[in-house]
């Protein structure tokens, strides 16, 4: 079975940054995206970030293009979602999502496999 284990959430100012983990396991190869969703209280999930495990392409949202930087360790299965200048607006939880085919995309149905969300708060 795949499970997606996400952390490295908590409270931070304006203007400062933070690292999130997804531990992605039960994968046999690295056919498969990685994405980091978002949702804030009362909107829709939206998108911010996904990666390709086979190739390392990415994909940025318009939002936190700049911003947000994500990475990947293929040996230990993780990836890695640094975020900076971190605004309010940023407040969320973050999910990370496992689609087996390895195109980069934000569609959020194409994600077969969710992790728990991690709570990220931007204090003003």
């Known amino acids: 079975d795949v499970q997606l284990q996400a952390s490295g959430g908590g409270l931070v100012q304006a203007g400062g940054s933070l690292r999130l983990s997804c531990v992605a396991s039960g994968f046999t190869s690295n056919e498969y995206a990685i994405g980091w969703f978002r949702q804030a209280p009362g909107k829709e999930r939206e998108g911010v970030s996904c990666?390709?495990?086979?190739?390392?392409?990415?994909y940025y949202a318009d939002s936190v293009k700049g911003r947000f930087t994500l990475s990947i360790d293929n040996a230990k299965n993780t990836v890695y979602l640094q975020m900076n200048s971190l605004k309010p607006e940023d407040t969320a939880v973050y999910y990370c999502?496992?689609?087996?085919?390895?195109?980069?995309?934000?569609?959020?149905?194409?994600?077969?496999?969710w992790g728990q969300g991690t709570q990220v708060t931007v204090s003003s």
């Open positions: 990666i390709s495990a086979s190739d390392g392409s990415t």
């Open positions: 999502a496992a689609d087996d085919i390895p195109l980069p995309n934000m569609i959020l149905y194409e994600y077969d496999y």
